[in-house]
């Protein structure tokens, strides 16, 4: 039988995702365990925490970091450039796997060293790009920016003109590793990622495959709204309007054009019975103030039944993201029957069908995101997922890489 080892981060966030892998891998009778740095589940003996010298070597690396990339320009988002890290081949759980899965393995973690250690073990290595990080010198959403198909170098995201500048540095330490070992594999959840990774100079020669991310299906699914808003001590004839993230002033997420079609929204039309739901961390008095309708906040949901409530409650939800995946967000409250009205960017069109389980909007359109509210109020629009999301297929896909690797391992 097949031995599955998952490495990321912690199981919360985008850890979520290496979570419903490995339990979808644990229903379907196989062997997996995880690696974590760190973990909110507690008692599983299929996940192994890592102790405290890594999570103080992590804490370490992350001033590190923070020094090196202080002239980051912040509405860039993220760039990652990792000093130290954690060797983790030695671990029994890597000794006894027969492939590795690389999820989120950034934050002080590993870095390009330790990835080469676990890759020198000889075992397929299959990277799960959550972002462009994998792809690129360092910057985790690139945005306009294609530097990443020729070589990074000189990188927007700092104010300096320096080609051998940080994100030049990485890129050829990720291209010396690429280019070195044929045991590795990259998989992007979605299309456009795909996309991006078969025109990177890092990737374009690897062997890429498309598997969208997990939906918890059995855990987020449609009931009775009327409850849920009444569990949320929310009028069942009031018009509510969600919008979640990790992080709600993250400049991936798109804070401001939801600000601004909300004010849209309040100016034009007579829709005034609107409650507007908020989770995730950042909710401040600024945010509060610049929304003209009740607002409720929910805080950060670590739960899926408080996530699932919400989602329920929700006549629609908005994902104004300006760089993006394939938000989970997004599955999520689709997968719960709410209609999703988003820009039509990044991974996002994988899962909304414009005007049928949802909105599509014009990139950075704040009109037309005011326009997608209303045509799925005015619809009585539902959400649902698309057939490609099911788990028993993307499970499949899984197996269909296990297949290619087997078969690529004996030539």
Request: hydrophobic share 40%; proline share 3%; net charge positive.
């Amino acid at each position: 039988m097949t031995k599955i080892v998952h490495v990321q981060y912690s199981m919360e966030s985008a850890g979520k995702s290496a979570l419903k892998l490995h339990n979808t891998f644990m229903e379907a009778g196989m062997e997996s365990t995880i690696l974590s740095l760190y973990s909110g589940i507690n008692g599983n003996e299929k996940i192994k925490i890592l102790g405290k010298k890594s999570k103080y070597i992590s804490i370490i690396d992350d001033k590190i970091q923070k020094f090196l990339t202080r002239k980051r320009i912040n509405e860039f988002g993220l760039f990652s450039f990792p000093i130290l890290g954690t060797n983790i081949s030695g671990m029994d759980e890597i000794k006894d796997a027969d492939i590795i899965y690389l999820h989120w393995i950034l934050g002080g973690f590993m870095n390009i060293r330790n990835i080469e250690q676990l890759v020198k073990l000889g075992k397929p290595v299959i990277f799960i790009m959550h972002d462009m990080w994998t792809i690129t010198g360092g910057c985790h959403h690139s945005f306009s920016c294609d530097k990443y198909i020729v070589g990074c170098n000189n990188c927007p995201m700092f104010s300096s003109e320096r080609q051998n500048d940080l994100s030049a540095k990485e890129f050829k330490k990720k291209l010396k590793l690429f280019s070195t070992h044929d045991n590795l594999y990259f998989v992007s959840p979605s299309r456009w990622l795909y996309k991006c990774a078969k025109k990177s100079l890092l990737t374009k020669s690897k062997p890429i495959f498309h598997i969208p991310n997990i939906i918890e299906s059995k855990i987020f699914k449609p009931f009775n709204t009327a409850i849920a808003k009444q569990i949320l001590n929310i009028d069942p004839n009031e018009t509510v309007l969600a919008f979640g993230a990790t992080s709600i002033n993250s400049p991936y997420k798109g804070w401001e054009y939801l600000q601004n079609a909300l004010n849209k929204l309040d100016s034009y039309y007579s829709l005034k019975n609107i409650t507007v739901l908020i989770f995730g961390n950042g909710y401040d008095k600024k945010i509060a103030d610049a929304i003209p309708f009740k607002t409720k906040f929910m805080g950060y949901l670590k739960d899926n039944l408080s996530t699932n409530v919400v989602y329920n409650a929700a006549d629609i939800f908005i994902a104004p993201s300006i760089a993006d995946n394939l938000p989970t967000t997004i599955l999520e409250a689709l997968s719960c029957g709410t209609a999703v009205v988003a820009f039509d960017t990044g991974g996002i069109p994988d899962m909304i069908s414009h005007k049928e389980n949802g909105y599509l909007a014009k990139y950075k359109d704040s009109e037309d995101i005011v326009n997608g509210i209303k045509y799925c109020l005015e619809n009585r629009l539902k959400g649902y997922i698309l057939p490609e999301f099911e788990t028993d297929k993307i499970l499949n896909k899984h197996l269909e890489l296990f297949d290619y690797i087997r078969s690529n391992s004996k030539k």
